[in-house]
């Protein structure tokens, strides 16, 4: 016979959350009524004062044309999806390659848009740890749309919003066809300091932010011999500098108003593992 007060079941987080009881799991998100590990925003108690700066990256749909992978899960961040969709070889590279005093969490696009609301939860709990922080949003594809959402979600400061190719899914979801997705555009409100748009050159001109006060600083760009399915590889080793170069307090319009383009080389489209390539309409 056990000791008496034994638990034969303890939630291995009960003490990360020591104000949970082990029997009011669901009380750390009410509405939602899901226990902690399904809930995908990243948890204040997750940064650092040390970190100043946060990237939040938007990812391709996961699944291609087959889905983005969630479906009517909720299960939205890029390492918590199945590992045969863990297969991006571009933006996904930049975790744990920015240095320790840069926080990135990635997200999946969602059709639902529901990665929008978790990127509001995390960027509002990176600002309660660093309120004076930089916080840094990039996304490309469905996941571009994800970004621009959230930025426009939220009253905490956007130090920058970079999308590449930001597009919506018109079917509501599921497979899709060439004809089921369109550009994403947004005018980003005021708290979104400084607005990148990228656009490769066989997708629909002008997705992405703009703006929508004169004190925002922005540049649209189209991303010359790329299609919406490299773009993101293409892009991808020129964000490392670009993020650090903010964080370090240079502003990235500028920065990236004075790189050298002519060394600008189309990469393929890297899938890990033996993944064929995906994406919304041909590719991710």
Same mark, same amino acid.
């Given at each position: 016979?056990?000791?008496v ?14 104000y ?23 948890p ?5 004062k ?7 990256l ?14 009517s ?7 918590? *999806?199945?590992? =045969?969709? +863990?297969?991006?070889?571009? @933006? %996904? /590279?930049?975790?744990?390659n ?8 990635a ?17 509002s709990?990176?600002?309660?740890v660093n309120?004076d922080g ?15 959402n ?37 005018? *980003?409100?005021? =708290?979104? +300091?400084?607005?990148?748009? @990228? %656009? /490769? ?6 997705g ?9 600083q ?14 993101d ?15 370090q ?20 489209n ?10 919304t309409?041909?590719?991710?």
């Amino acid at each position: 016979m056990p000791d008496v007060g034994r638990f034969f079941n303890v939630d291995p987080l009960s003490e990360k959350y020591a104000y949970q009881s082990h029997y009011n799991f669901s009380e750390n998100k009410v509405t939602s009524h899901r226990e902690l590990e399904g809930l995908e925003a990243v948890p204040a108690d997750n940064f650092n004062k040390n970190q100043s700066t946060l990237v939040v990256l938007g990812l391709g749909r996961a699944d291609g044309r087959n889905g983005d992978g969630v479906g009517s899960g909720t299960n939205t961040l890029y390492s918590n *999806l199945p590992k =045969n969709l +863990q297969t991006d070889g571009a @933006l %996904s /590279s930049l975790q744990n390659n920015l240095g320790s005093n840069i926080a990135v969490a990635a997200y999946t696009g969602t059709d639902s848009g529901l990665a929008s609301t978790h990127m509001v939860e995390t960027n509002s709990n990176y600002r309660s740890v660093n309120p004076d922080g930089n916080v840094v949003m990039i996304g490309h594809s469905l996941g571009g749309r994800d970004v621009l959402n959230a930025a426009n979600s939220t009253s905490e400061t956007i130090n920058l919003v970079l999308t590449m190719d930001p597009m919506t899914v018109n079917a509501g979801g599921g497979s899709i066809g060439f004809g089921d997705y369109s550009s994403a555009t947004t005018k *980003l409100n005021i =708290n979104t +300091q400084n607005i990148i748009s @990228l %656009s /490769s050159t066989d997708s629909y001109a002008n997705g992405g932010g703009s703006r929508s006060n004169n004190s925002q600083q922005s540049v649209k760009s189209t991303m010359t011999g790329t299609s919406h399915v490299n773009i993101d590889d293409s892009v991808t080793p020129y964000l490392k500098p670009l993020i650090q170069r903010t964080d370090q307090g240079v502003n990235p319009v500028k920065w990236f108003q004075n790189v050298n383009w002519n060394n600008f080389e189309v990469q393929p489209n890297v899938r890990t593992g033996d993944q064929q390539k995906k994406g919304t309409g041909s590719g991710s």
